[in-house]
């Protein structure tokens, strides 16, 4: 191979998929910036003139700041409850013997390739007022009367959790992966007690891991859609399915521009800043 | 290694209960035989199954979701090997930002691509086309690939196609014989999590679908936002058996964790 054609051949390998990731993601997501811009007119449709009406509406209208903060809210709860059930887990499923922990992994992990809509599905007859779950909770005596779990925030927040919950075991069993077991061997016998091993030994060392899983599903939970659409129903917005009824409903184009372009710079800040700290925080983990 | 205490597994059967319950119900409310929603407490029937064949609007976006599917993931491999031997063999300006650039449909919310997307191919004239579809979803999957046949190709040893070459044989042969085989596994898994991804999307699909060309979640999807019936419980339970079918594939092949966490040293 002479020196010329071996600078250009990376260049001729990744080409064709920096063609189609230029011409597929970094156009049409800049399309949709610069419509954030365009006017829009209930007869007149989108006009392309600079405006930042559509800014302004956003950020004035409370009903839109009411969304966010929805949306913010259910991310936030959605993440600590994958946190509280994942981590553990994430741990129990470590600590089983062979052909149990490959079985177990595969149930736990394995809905994540089934389709979003069948699992919500699930939770929507689970929860409906004369879903399993109510008849349950009222044949315990724990309820008299049925509570309506679909069309509710907590209705939401309990699917979205388990949606995204493999995400939080998958990252904390990867850093589990990687402890040496003769850590926690030194430190039983240097006497520490079983709790001290964990919160002393183990805890600190996944803490990456916990932070990275947090991370996507704090993201994923922040712009799920279909279950918050099926689960909370058309009154319940939150920023994806508010961006929906612009775009599909309303006909407002521009203004689920700005919805949608809000969403992804929260989204890549969001993103970006809390991996750049946990890099720079864990470093020695990541070598 | 300590065992699991009591409490340990008490929480573990408690949790295996709350991922299970929602799939298993949709399974169990597929077999009712009644015309409502409910559990089949006075027998099992298939009356629901059958109901499918009388809806074909379900056939047709199955059989569309697997052409999506399989075109898609297959775009997205031819896209993702040579890419994948470009990063992992040379070190060249810009190779970081193609990385990071390659991969960051992860990042971007599906909702937000659905938007992007509605709007670029109706500026374009692709709007509610298949071909439109088609290249959406590469956009989507292409990273799932990419990871993969990176890994695997991290994972070769390069000092074997050194030999092939120094045998004679030409850079086609190379890598038709030598390379092509060894990341093999890589290539197939990449392929099938693709497909997966793509067969499942749902939150941009809808955006983009139209009522002629469209996908098997999305069908299902606009269904439910208009009535939960027994129909489309049977419909999902057969989308469960047969992703359970192709996650045990995987299992197999790959091992589910490793495929999803991009495997080897990437």
Known sequence: MTAGSARLAPYLLTGPALLVCLCLLLAPLGATVLLSFYDWGQYKGIVEEFTLKNWVEVVSDSYFLEVFLRTLRIALAVTVLSMLLGIPEAYILNRMSPPWRGIFLLI????????????????????GSTGILNQGLISLGLLKTPV????????????????????????????????????????????????????????????????SGAVIVFALAASAFATPAII??????????????????????????????LLLIALVVAVVTSNRMIERRYAQVFE | MSRNGPLALAFHALFVSFILAPILIVCAVAFTPEGFLSLPTRG???????????????IRAFRDSVWLAALSSTVAIGLAVPAALGIVRYR???REAMTALFMSPLMVPHVVLGIAFLRFFSQIGLSGTFLGLVLSHVIVILPFALRLVLAASYGMDQRIEHAAVSLGANAATVFRRVTLPLILP???????????????????????????????????????????????????????????????????????????????KA
């Open chain 2, 92 to 94: 060249f300006p810009g």
């Open chain 1, 108 to 127: 736990v992990i394995g809905p994540l390739l089934i389709s979003v809509v069948a699992r919500t599905l699930g939770w929507a007859l689970l929860l």
């Open chain 2, 186 to 264: 890589g290539v197939v898994s990449g392929w099938m999590l693709a497909f997966i991804n793509s067969f499942d999307e749902v939150t941009m699909t809808v955006f983009i679908a139209s009522p002629s060309t469209t996908t098997l979640p999305v069908r299902m999807f606009l269904y439910i936002q208009d009535n939960i019936d027994p129909l489309v419980t049977s419909v999902s339970a057969c989308l469960i058996a047969m992703t359970g079918v192709v996650m045990i594939l995987l299992d197999r092949l790959y091992g589910l964790d490793r495929l999803f966490l991009g495997g080897g």
């Open chain 1, 232 to 261: 909370g129903g058309r009154r319940l917005k939150v920023a994806a399915t508010l961006a929906y009824d612009e775009f599909l409903n309303t006909l407002n184009w521009p203004l689920g521009a700005v919805v949608a372009t």
């Open chain 2, 44 to 58: 099992l029937s298939l009356r629901w199954f059958r109901a499918i064949l009388d809806y074909p609007e379900f």
């Open chain 1, 148 to 211: 309506e779990f679909m069309f509710s925030e907590t209705g939401v927040i309990i699917a979205l959790t388990h949606v995204l919950v493999p995400f939080m075991i998958l990252s904390v069993w990867a850093s589990l992966q990687r402890l040496d077991p003769q850590v926690e061997n030194a430190a039983i016998s240097l006497g520490a007690t079983p709790s001290a091993v964990l919160r002393r030994v183990v805890l600190p060392q996944v803490v990456p891991g916990i932070l």
